[in-house]
């Protein structure tokens, strides 16, 4: 499998809180990778320094270029998809106006027609401003705007943090889909339930550090790690 996304050695700081300590991760072609961890592991901290959104030292390669230094703008249009935890849509234009402007110049793979396949109530709220969505519809609209940029790696930051169970099966569809059409992901996901479903290896975070990489059926057999670095109060 060809190395799409290589970390090496990464540290990340806010501030003078040094956040991240030597985080090695590769993540190849097409692959679905799950970031587990506990709160305050990392994890949102490592999506942070690759979309240069904070201070990060070491080696974070996407295609063999450095993605350290440069602005997130310029990140993006290496082909890098990012839907923080925030979500962060534009609350006072529509929903197709999101869209429209998530759109990569010259075209892309996906399409608006896409999008609202994938989510039927984008098509049917198209002209409602995004502040007046739920939080379950704002995070489809998030995933699918990041779509129009027609990324080849995405991270996704709790997609499914705090969404009805039906909402949360529609965004398991998409991931589904991407990877379907040869998109890589970095998942950062709670729900192990999910991880296990999508991703083909899982990655667990402990104090700034990748302390686990392997598949899901290795992890659910290492009691140690799920223990130590899992399971609350463990």
Request: proline share 3%; charged share 20%; net charge neutral.
């Amino acid at each position: 499998m060809t190395t799409l996304l290589e970390i090496d050695g990464l540290n990340a700081w806010y501030g003078a809180s040094h956040v991240l300590h030597g985080v090695s991760l590769r993540i190849g072609e097409g692959e679905i990778v799950a970031l587990a961890g506990r709160n305050g592991s990392g994890r949102s901290t490592l999506a942070k320094a690759l979309m240069g959104l904070v201070h990060a030292q070491g080696v974070a390669n996407f295609r063999g270029v450095s993605m350290l230094g440069k602005r997130p703008y310029a990140i993006a249009r290496t082909g890098v998809g990012y839907v923080p935890e925030q979500r962060d849509v534009f609350p006072t234009l529509s929903v197709r106006e999101n869209l429209q402007l998530g759109m990569k110049r010259g075209g892309s793979r996906f399409t608006i027609s896409d999008a609202e396949q994938l989510f039927p109530v984008l098509q049917e709220r198209a002209a409602v401003k995004a502040g007046r969505l739920s939080g379950g519809e704002q995070q489809m609209l998030a995933l699918a705007r990041t779509l129009m940029g027609d990324p080849s790696f995405v991270i996704v930051d709790e997609p499914t943090e705090g969404l009805a169970p039906q909402v949360v099966v529609q965004v398991s569809s998409c991931l589904r889909n991407l990877r379907e059409r040869g998109v890589a992901i970095l998942l950062i996901e709670q729900r192990m339930s999910i991880a296990r479903e999508l991703a083909t290896r899982v990655a667990v975070m402990g104090h700034g550090t990748i302390v686990f990489d392997d598949t899901p059926a290795a992890l659910a057999a290492n009691e140690r790690v799920i223990s130590e670095w899992l399971s609350v109060g463990g």
